[in-house]
């Protein structure tokens, strides 16, 4: 489940949570052009790292066995679970604020994280035995307690990536992310040429980490002091507090479905489930992500502008979102049988069903990536932790009787509550920016549009083709000239606007 104002001035900066002001704040068309430079770096940057993810993920599914990738995908699955708490919600916090610079609370927030990762490191290096045991490779323990040092490096990088987000310097970032993926890639195909098994994917995560590390704090200039402010600590950790609960309760919903799998039905049902979601998680959920990525932080600006202008931002994100998610979801649910045999090889045949069903529920998450950041944002990330819990419950209790059934049914389960849960929020997040459901149908419109042309430009030519590498590539021609002519006949409009907006708003020097 995803994901997502005070003063710029810093001697005008109302306490942490309060409510907005009248404030001096840089113009809206800044802050738009903030926004979409900052979109279109984290896009180049995604682009750039998922790339050599994905290509190492190709090299890797022909190396390695389904087990070693379930055995991996376990350990992460916890390890997740102790990074949902890693920063104690002081990024979130720090971005809200708007503080300028490396002050005071900047340091405070560095100090907890790390004494705090490292806590957490420890207990999951105590529990990596009966943790894997609990996945049925107890033989992998150690694999277990090597990726709980991942969670140190983790908590020593957090604050230098808020401060890169807090001032929208996503130029800075792509660098960080990238560093992080061409490592990881690297050592990873580099180790698994060499002979070595579930071990190459994990120390290739380390490595990555360890690059993330060092180019954050080249890029960030960033020199810990460790200074412990207790009153600024306890000020970032009150608002922490709520943002934390609120992440804890989404990653049980976002990855408890590896849980089920892997504690239900074992390591290499596990692994196909992990490869299923590969093209989903390539093509929709990292796009998304970069969506969310930003949102948080200009949808934190856009707070100080007023009213319209933090309506104006939810609006134009669930826009372009959904004008991208919903057609990419029903894209790839059809071209699904197709891209794992061209990309992943006949081996994970099996994946490709329950990848049919996930592309869908991720297509329909786009809502959530343009709707989730407005709680925290408006400072009630409370509100949001109150939707969230029962959700969330009801999809682990899905999951858990729908894992006997095989991985298809735990991915059907997360696309009928995907469907629930953007039904739900939506009207809870308009709300928050006083807009209307009128108003979001209306941006979500062009999305379903498209969708449409997609599934009736891609399903005839998917079900007249053979499986492989023409009939893919035939389908997805199809499928984009039918989206294309859907939008070009119902709302043509949306292409001046996309036009109008990359040629105006290109990345410059700045961030």
């Given at each position: 489940m995803t994901s997502a104002a005070p003063s710029t001035d810093p001697e005008r900066r109302p306490p942490l949570g309060a409510g907005p002001a009248d404030l001096r704040a840089e113009p809206a068309a800044d802050?738009?052009?903030?926004?979409?430079?900052?979109?279109?770096?984290?896009?180049?940057?995604?682009?750039?790292?998922?790339?050599?993810?994905?290509?190492?993920?190709?090299?890797?599914?022909?190396?390695?066995?389904?087990?070693?990738?379930?055995?991996?995908?376990?350990?992460?699955?916890?390890?997740?679970?102790?990074?949902?708490?890693?920063?104690?919600?002081?990024?979130?916090?720090?971005i809200y604020e708007q503080e300028k610079g490396h002050s005071a609370r900047v340091q405070t927030a560095f100090t907890l994280n790390v004494a705090f990762s490292v806590l957490l490191a420890l207990v999951g290096i105590l529990l990596a035995g009966p943790l894997a045991g609990f996945f049925g490779v107890p033989d992998e323990t150690p694999l277990f307690r090597a990726l709980a040092c991942y969670l140190v490096l983790r908590g020593i990088g957090q604050v230098n990536d808020a401060v890169l987000?807090?001032?929208?310097?996503?130029?800075?970032?792509?660098?960080?992310?990238?560093?992080?993926?061409?490592?990881?890639?690297?050592?990873?195909?580099?180790?698994?040429?060499?002979?070595?098994?579930?071990?190459?994917?994990?120390?290739?995560?380390?490595?990555?980490?360890?690059?993330?590390?060092?180019?954050?704090?080249t890029l960030t200039r960033f020199r810990p002091t460790f200074e412990l402010d207790v009153r600024a600590g306890r000020a970032l950790l009150t608002f922490g507090g709520g943002v934390v609960g609120l992440k804890v309760v989404s990653e049980i919903g976002l990855n408890a479905d590896y849980l089920v799998v892997g504690g239900r039905l074992g390591p290499e049902a596990l692994g196909y489930y992990t490869m299923a979601y590969r093209l989903p998680e390539l093509v929709i959920a990292n796009a998304l992500w970069v969506f969310s990525t930003v949102a948080y932080p200009v949808y934190s600006r856009a707070r100080t502008l007023g009213v319209d202008a933090f309506k104006n931002a939810m609006l134009r994100a669930l826009h372009l979102v959904t004008l991208f998610g919903f057609p990419a979801g029903v894209g790839l649910a059809v071209v699904a049988q197709d891209a794992v045999h061209v990309l992943f090889s006949e081996r994970w045949a099996a994946a490709a069903p329950a990848m049919a069903v996930l592309a869908l529920a991720s297509g329909i998450g786009a809502v959530g990536y343009a709707s989730g950041d407005i709680f925290p944002a408006a400072g009630r990330p409370?509100?949001?932790?109150?939707?969230?819990?029962?959700?969330?419950?009801?999809?682990?209790?899905?999951?858990?009787?729908?894992?006997?059934?095989?991985?298809?049914?735990?991915?059907?389960?997360?696309?009928?509550?995907?469907?629930?849960?953007?039904?739900?929020?939506?009207?809870?997040?308009?709300?928050?920016?006083?807009?209307?459901?009128?108003?979001?149908?209306?941006?979500?419109?062009?999305?379903?549009?498209?969708?449409?042309?997609?599934?009736?430009?891609?399903?005839?030519?998917?079900?007249?083709?053979?499986?492989?590498?023409?009939?893919?590539?035939?389908?997805?021609?199809?499928?984009?000239?039918?989206?294309?002519?859907?939008?070009?006949?119902?709302?043509?409009?949306?292409?001046?606007?996309?036009?109008?907006?990359?040629?105006?708003?290109?990345?410059?020097?700045?961030?």
């Open positions: 802050l738009r052009t903030g926004a979409v430079r900052g979109v279109l770096w984290a896009a180049a940057s995604l682009g750039a790292t998922r790339l050599a993810l994905f290509v190492s993920t190709l090299i890797l599914a022909r190396l390695l066995v389904p087990e070693d990738f379930g055995t991996v995908a376990a350990a992460m699955t916890v390890v997740t679970y102790f990074e949902v708490a890693l920063d104690l919600g002081l990024g979130a916090a720090l987000r807090r001032d929208l310097r996503f130029r800075r970032r792509a660098a960080l992310d990238g560093a992080r993926a061409v490592v990881r890639a690297a050592v990873s195909i580099t180790l698994a040429l060499n002979g070595a098994d579930a071990w190459a994917i994990a120390w290739g995560i380390l490595a990555g980490e360890v690059a993330a590390v060092v180019v954050g704090f409370h509100f949001l932790l109150a939707l969230n819990t029962p959700i969330v419950v009801l999809l682990v209790v899905g999951y858990f009787f729908a894992a006997p059934h095989g991985i298809v049914a735990v991915a059907a389960v997360h696309l009928a509550v995907s469907v629930l849960y953007g039904a739900l929020r939506l009207p809870l997040a308009n709300r928050l920016v006083r807009g209307t459901m009128r108003e979001a149908v209306r941006a979500m419109r062009p999305g379903v549009v498209v969708s449409l042309g997609v599934l009736a430009g891609a399903l005839p030519v998917r079900l007249l083709t053979e499986t492989g590498p023409a009939g893919l590539a035939l389908t997805i021609a199809a499928g984009t000239a039918g989206g294309a002519l859907a939008l070009a006949a119902v709302d043509r409009w949306v292409f001046r606007d996309v036009a109008t907006l990359v040629r105006a708003r290109t990345p410059g020097r700045s961030g």
